[in-house]
Every structure is written in C-alpha cells, then in structure tokens.
C-alpha cells in the first residue's frame, strides 16, 4: 500500500482528485526532508539532560513554588 501524503487540499473537489490522482499512481505523495543526523544527536543531548539539570540547580524552596503554581493553574480553570 501506497504511503498517503501528509497534507490533501482543503477544497472537496481538490482533495477528490488528489485522492484519484494517488490511487492510479499518477500522483507521487511528497516525501519529508531528511533530517541532519548532526542537529539529531545536539538535540538528544541537550533534551536528555535538561530537565535534571535544571531541577538540581534549583533549591527545594524554589521546586515548591513552581509546584504550587503549576497546581494553582491547574484547579483554577476547572471553576
């Protein structure tokens, strides 16, 4: 089976043709750009070890005002 592009038109009868035009094959579905396997390995990185990072920088102080507020916001939209 045919991968399915990741965006069809918006308009019905665009779209109906779209999907005639992939299931007859005269439509190729437009592929994703490949990924730089350099910015991949930066990101996981610096994704891997930000949250402890941060949480050990802060004092235990802090991480309850943080906490308060997040529960604050949180109980404060189901009124």
Known sequence: MPKRPSKLSRDPNARAFEIVQLAIGEMIPPEEPAKNPAAVALGKLGGAKGGHAR????SSKRKRQIAKKAATARW???K
Do not use: Q, V
């Not at 949480?55 to 802060?58: G, Y």
């Open 55 to 58: 949480a050990a920088a802060l």
């Open 76 to 78: 404060s939209k189901r």
